[in-house]
Nanobody
Framework: QVQLVESGGGLVQPGGSLRLSCAAS????????MRWYRQAPGKEREFVAA????????TYADSVKGRFTITRDNAKNMVYLKMNSLEPDDTAVYYC???????????WGQGTQVTVSS
């Protein structure tokens, strides 16, 4: 079965950095675009970043562009999100996502909490 397991969240001061990891299993990882989303308290889940199957194309939300970097390691079935210059508004639960064909079914991990606070 499809599994996505996020890790790497925590408490960090404004201006700090974190690297989130997502371990994927149960599907052909190297075939699919991988995405990160986040959900802050009282808000809807929002797109953060995406990376194409071989990593040649990345896309970012305007709010994180220039601060966050998404990468992947197809040999390890891992996707990462390096977050620099963190701001309090980045506080959220961060989720790893894949959308599988043919039904375009979304799969999510359990999420990892990121808190940016002094």
């Amino acid at each position: 079965q499809v599994q996505l397991v996020e890790s790497g969240g925590g408490l960090v001061q404004p201006g700090g950095s974190l690297r989130l990891s997502c371990a994927a299993s149960g599907f052909r990882f190297s075939v699919y675009t991988m995405r990160w989303y986040r959900q802050a308290p009282g808000k809807e889940r929002e797109f953060v970043a995406a990376i194409s199957n071989v990593g040649g194309t990345t896309t970012y939300a305007d709010s994180v562009k220039g601060r966050f970097t998404i990468t992947r390691d197809n040999a390890k079935n891992m996707v990462y999100l390096k977050m620099n210059s963190l701001e309090p508004d980045d506080t959220a639960v961060y989720y790893c996502n894949v959308r599988l064909t043919p039904l375009q079914t979304d799969y999510w991990g359990q999420g990892t909490q990121v808190t940016v606070s002094s």
